[in-house]
């Protein structure tokens, strides 16, 4: 089972991994895009390097894309190459993808569904997805919200994200840490583009410790955005179940279930 955990380079990188890389000033993008091609051509892996201005790394990346010229959503174009990978001989498909600030629109909830889309892939496929993004270009909120929806982390924070949300097998998402007034409109960002692709979402929330009242209202708010959906939180503990009990959320107009 996949489980969120901090590496200290990419060679602790493995398949299936979903890996959030925030990089500093002084980190050289080519440099760190030639040894990941590197590191692909070691383990017979197809690599796919997504960013501007790249085209320097070489013929051994057996596709470099420019952002700004993809037809359609990434995951469409990252989809397709993992495809044909495997028909070519390779172990898997391997992605970098240098997530710059001008290749997205002013809402950020578009980074997070691009983000949960690799995600997902990245579990149910065993591919490995390498997103980095740069200290200098972001700022501290937004990567605090990408890294939520990352079970695993590269960079020089090593403090982890309050809450995480991540693909755990083919039909549910493990929830962890403690969802707040911070959190909140993450969290509900991230159901509502959960919920936008099914109607009903399955959360496993043995590591949730505690809601706060914003984080209860984002999750009763996400699961009416729709008709016709549901969230279920399994493995809710006494606590949070309370919470959402008292404070008037366990009602048949909120399509919430919690169980132990």
Request: glycine share 10%; net charge negative; aromatic share 8%.
């Given at each position: 089972?996949?489980?969120?955990r901090?590496?200290a380079?990419l060679?602790?990188?493995?398949?299936?991994?979903h890996?959030?890389?925030?990089?500093?000033?002084a980190?050289?993008?080519l440099?760190?895009s030639?040894a990941?091609?590197?590191?692909?051509?070691?383990?017979?892996?197809?690599?796919?390097?997504?960013g501007?201005?790249?085209?320097?790394v070489?013929?051994?990346?057996?596709?470099?894309?420019?952002?700004?010229?993809?037809?359609?959503?990434?995951?469409?174009?990252?989809?397709?190459?993992?495809?044909?990978?495997?028909?070519?001989?390779?172990?898997?498909?391997?992605?970098?993808?240098?997530?710059?600030?001008?290749?997205?629109?002013?809402d950020?909830?578009?980074?997070?569904?691009?983000?949960?889309?690799?995600e997902?892939?990245?579990?149910?496929?065993?591919?490995?997805?390498?997103?980095?993004?740069?200290?200098?270009d972001?700022?501290?909120?937004?990567?605090?919200?990408?890294?939520?929806?990352?079970?695993?982390?590269?960079g020089?924070?090593?403090?982890?994200?309050?809450?995480?949300?991540?693909r755990?097998?083919?039909?549910?998402?493990?929830?962890?840490?403690?969802?707040?007034?911070?959190?909140?409109d993450?969290?509900?960002?991230?159901?509502?583009?959960?919920?936008?692709?099914?109607?009903?979402?399955?959360?496993?929330?043995?590591?949730l410790?505690?809601?706060d009242?914003?984080?209860?209202?984002?999750?009763?708010?996400?699961?009416?955005?729709?008709?016709?959906r549901?969230?279920?939180?399994?493995?809710?503990?006494?606590?949070?179940?309370?919470?959402?009990?008292?404070?008037?959320?366990?009602?048949?107009?909120v399509?919430v279930?919690?169980?132990?």
């Open positions: 089972m996949r489980a969120a901090t590496v380079t060679d602790e990188a493995d398949t299936g991994d890996i959030c890389q925030v990089l500093g000033p980190d050289d993008v440099d760190r030639r990941f091609v590197a590191d692909g051509a070691l383990f017979g892996d197809k690599v796919m390097i997504v501007a201005g790249l085209d320097a070489g013929a051994s990346a057996q596709l470099v894309l420019d952002p700004a010229r993809l037809e359609g959503p990434l995951i469409a174009a990252v989809r397709r190459e993992a495809a044909t990978a495997g028909r070519e001989g390779f172990r898997t498909l391997r992605v970098l993808h240098h997530v710059t600030p001008g290749f997205w629109p002013a950020p909830q578009e980074l997070l569904r691009s983000e949960l889309d690799l997902e892939f990245a579990a149910d496929s065993g591919a490995l997805v390498v997103c980095a993004y740069s200290s200098a972001w700022d501290a909120s937004t990567l605090e919200d990408v890294r939520c929806v990352h079970p695993h982390y590269l020089s924070r090593p403090a982890s994200p309050a809450f995480q949300v991540y755990t097998g083919k039909d549910g998402w493990t929830v962890n840490g403690v969802i707040d007034a911070e959190g909140a993450a969290f509900g960002a991230i159901l509502r583009t959960l919920l936008g692709q099914s109607t009903k979402v399955r959360l496993l929330c043995h590591g410790e505690f809601f009242a914003a984080g209860m209202s984002a999750l009763a708010d996400a699961a009416r955005h729709l008709p016709d549901k969230v279920i939180l399994e493995g809710t503990n006494e606590t949070v179940r309370l919470a959402w009990d008292v404070s008037g959320f366990a009602v048949p107009g399509p279930v919690m169980v132990p």
